[in-house]
T-cell receptor, first 109, second 113 residues
Framework: QKEVEQNSGPLSVPEGAIASLNCTYS??????FFWYRQYSGKSPELIMS????GDKEDGRFTAQLNKASQYVSLLIRDSQPSDSATYLC?????????FGKGTRLHILP | DTGVSQNPRHKITKRGQNVTFRCDPI?????LYWYRQTLGQGPEFLTY????????KSRLLSDRFSAERPKGSFSTLEIQRTEQGDSAMYLC???????????FGPGTRLTVT
């Protein structure tokens, strides 16, 4: 079982709708979780960090963490064409970050 | 701009040649990380430094790879006798000790022909 699993997509969402991205992880000891956005040919950009169970909101983004079920999700409200990118779920293991393969999100104008 | 910088941004080299990449972290960040990313995959950890000390190396880092951070500021990653399988994006990230959040530079795209 991979440490961080994501559906590779593509996930197609109409402009203005809510995009929901999901991620599961295998190590129950993981404490810190992240969502990175990566545009094609560019490097990952940190958009959300979450450390405790529940929801964390930042603008149009909401990260959700459920440690009992070992899943992390990212909701993007009012999706815009500029949100089209690959979203990488990640967690810390000791001092390094372990990434999933990413989910490609395509916002349909 | 005081973000992480990497040079060169692109490198094309012939198989068997040596290449060296440079990373300059965010100025107050004492931790520096190297990752490698291939198409369709997430970044994979290679190694990291706290100040000038190299604290961990991945099994991915064969003996052809070496990284240094001599004065605890910039870092270099050298690949000797490059192979086609080394073609990838090499990413550098930095963080402030005590923080788990890492910030990435723009990457160096290596193509080995």
């Amino acid at each position: 079982q991979k440490e961080v699993e994501q559906n590779s997509g593509p996930l197609s969402v109409p402009e203005g709708a809510i995009a929901s991205l999901n991620c599961t992880y295998s190590d129950r000891g993981s404490q810190s979780f992240f969502w990175y956005r990566q545009y094609s040919g560019k490097s990952p950009e940190l958009i959300m960090s979450i450390y405790s169970n529940g929801d964390k909101e930042d603008g149009r983004f909401t990260a959700q963490l459920n440690k009992a079920s070992q899943y992390v999700s990212l909701l993007i409200r009012d999706s815009q064409p500029s949100d089209s990118a690959t979203y990488l779920c990640a967690l810390t293991r000791v001092d390094k970050i372990i990434f999933g393969k990413g989910t490609r999100l395509h916002i349909l104008p | 701009d005081t973000g992480v910088s990497q040079n060169p941004r692109h490198k094309i080299t012939k198989r068997g040649q040596n290449v060296t990449f440079r990373c300059d972290p965010i100025s107050e960040h004492n931790r520096l990380y190297w990752y490698r990313q291939t198409l369709g995959q997430g970044p994979e950890f290679l190694t990291y430094f706290q100040n000038e000390a190299q604290l961990e190396k991945s099994r991915l880092l064969s003996d052809r790879f070496s990284a240094e951070r001599p004065k605890g500021s910039f870092s270099t990653l050298e690949i000797q006798r490059t192979e086609q399988g080394d073609s990838a994006m090499y990413l550098c990230a930095s963080s402030l000790g005590g923080s788990v959040e890492q910030y990435f530079g723009p990457g160096t795209r290596l193509t080995v022909t």
